[in-house]
């Protein structure tokens, strides 16, 4: 619930931030946090990082 309310935030701050300075590029900012998490949990799994990616990937199938 804690990371909800924290890329809300972020979300809302990038929003509000590119509105005032009319800056379209600070949309990313949501976008670039989010990639951000995903790597990190993935690199907390105690798999080597590219066993893991392909363990992700193969679950849909």
Same mark, same amino acid.
């Given at each position: 619930?804690?990371?909800?309310?924290? +890329? &809300?935030?972020?979300?809302?701050?990038? #929003? $509000?931030?590119?509105?005032?300075?009319?800056? %379209?590029?600070?949309?990313? !900012?949501? +976008? &670039?946090?989010?990639?951000?998490?995903? #790597? $990190?949990?993935?690199?907390?799994?105690?798999? %080597?990082?590219?066993?893991? !990616?392909? +363990?992700?990937?193969?679950?849909?199938?």
């Amino acid at each position: 619930m804690a990371w909800l309310i924290f +890329f &809300a935030l972020i979300t809302i701050g990038s #929003v $509000i931030t590119a509105m005032r300075k009319r800056k %379209p590029i600070i949309f990313v !900012v949501p +976008f &670039a946090a989010v990639f951000t998490f995903m #790597v $990190i949990k993935v690199a907390l799994v105690p798999l %080597p990082f590219w066993e893991t !990616v392909q +363990f992700i990937f193969n679950l849909r199938g």
